[in-house]
Each structure stands twice: as C-alpha cells, then as structure tokens.
C-alpha cells in the first residue's frame, strides 16, 4: 500500500511543481509542539492578519478519515485512535494537494502555515525526499507548554470538540510519541538556526504578540 501511495505522490507533484514554479515557490513555515499547546488557534490568528494559509496536518488526516469512499480512512482512524502517527505518504499527498488547490485559485496564497508536521524523522525525510527544492521551508514555529497544561486544555476542548483522541488514554500516548518523534525534530532545525519558540503556557493574546513580533521580524 506505501508503494502505491508512494508511486501516487510522484506522479502527481512534477505537475504541480512545474505549475508552481511559474508562479511562486510555496514559502513553509512548520508549526509544531505538543497536543493543546494552542498551534491551532494561533494559527487561525495569523491567517487574520497576515497573508498565510493555515493547513493543519492533522485536520486533513481527519477529514480524510470522514471523507467517504477514502481508501484509506480506517487505516487513518486506526493511527489517531492509537496516538500514532500516519504514514506520511498519506500526509504528505494530503498537504500537496492542499497547497496545489490553493495556489490554484490564487497565486498570491503561496505562504503556508503547516501545523502538526513533520511529527517524526520518516515525516522530514519524505518531506525532504519529495519536496525538496520544490517549496521553501523558513522556519519553524515552536509553541513550547508544558505537558499537564496541554492535557488540561484538550480534556476542555474534548468537552465540545467531537475528536475521538481528546481523551486522557489517547492524550498521555499522543505526549509520549510527540516527546520521543516531534521534539528531536524541532531539535534538528534549532541546530540549523531555524526555530523560533513562543512560550505556550500563557494566554491567546499574549502568545500572538511574540508571534506577531516573530512574524514582523522574518517579513
């Protein structure tokens, strides 16, 4: 099934990347950091006030899950359920498509916030491996919060959200494989000189204006 899926994602990106690069390279920003540490919401605000298109990983993943007829949704549900983290061929082409349709119907939507990716090493090697020279990554944004304030904020969240993995079992499994997959990733581009971390823990308000302050600065 990874091969198929492999095989898919190369013979549909050479189009879009020839299309693409005569119009503008798509301009990544990576924003990770734990489950509840606000990566959504933030985002949301940034897509506000500045010209980003917010592609959340996991949002996409999700709605391929519900889309009917996916080939691929009970492989999906399985890996949320569990706290693990899809085969990134799935990801991948779910985030190329996405970046394809929106630079499609606007070529001046080519900034990308990509929120909850790469979440693990075999993420940022398929990144690398099929992206490559096709889109500029800048930098990445690290929301840093502590583990006990990520759980408190999903358990309220679960309370209205609908999501099957804002539980405590699902949660404290998500904690761990994020602490073990995505942190040494976010450690990898801080010895580049490509992270740029906001404390968390604090409030919306106070969060989005280091943000602000991060986003004015890199322009």
């Known amino acids: 099934?990874?091969?198929?899926?492999?095989?898919?994602?190369?013979?549909?990106?050479?189009?879009?990347?020839?299309?693409?690069?005569?119009?503008?390279?798509?301009?990544?920003?990576?924003?990770?950091?734990?489950?509840?540490?606000?990566?959504?919401?933030?985002?949301?605000k940034i897509v506000e006030a500045y010209n980003y298109t917010h592609l959340s990983a996991g949002d996409l993943l999700r709605a391929e899950r519900a889309r009917e007829g996916s080939e691929f949704g009970q492989l999906i549900a399985s890996y949320i359920k569990e706290g693990k983290i899809v085969p990134v061929e799935i990801t991948i082409n779910l985030l190329r498509k996405a970046m394809e349709e929106t630079?499609?119907?606007?070529?001046?939507?080519?900034?990308?916030?990509?929120?909850?990716?790469?979440?693990?090493?075999?993420?940022?090697?398929?990144?690398?491996?099929?992206?490559?020279?096709?889109?500029?990554?800048?930098?990445?944004?690290?929301?840093?919060c502590g583990d006990e304030v990520c759980i408190d904020r999903c358990l309220e969240r679960g309370k209205s959200s609908g999501r099957t993995d804002d539980n405590r079992e699902s949660l404290e499994k998500r904690i761990q494989t994020y602490l073990q997959s995505?942190?040494?990733?976010?450690?990898?581009?801080?010895?580049?000189?490509?992270?740029?971390?906001?404390?968390?823990?604090?409030?919306?308000?106070?969060?989005?204006?280091?943000?602000?302050?991060?986003l004015d600065k890199e322009g």
């Open 1 to 44: 099934m990874i091969g198929l899926l492999s095989g898919y994602v190369s013979q549909r990106v050479p189009s879009l990347l020839y299309r693409v690069s005569l119009i503008m390279k798509p301009q990544v920003v990576f924003v990770l950091g734990g489950p509840g540490a606000g990566k959504g919401t933030q985002c949301s």
């Open 103 to 144: 630079i499609e119907n606007d070529e001046k939507k080519f900034r990308f916030l990509i929120d909850g990716f790469p979440r693990n090493e075999d993420n940022l090697q398929g990144w690398n491996s099929v992206m490559d020279g096709k889109a500029d990554v800048k930098f990445v944004l690290f929301f840093d």
């Open 182 to 214: 995505t942190r040494p990733i976010i450690e990898q581009y801080e010895k580049l000189g490509k992270v740029r971390t906001v404390d968390a823990s604090r409030s919306v308000d106070e969060v989005f204006a280091d943000v602000k302050s991060i």
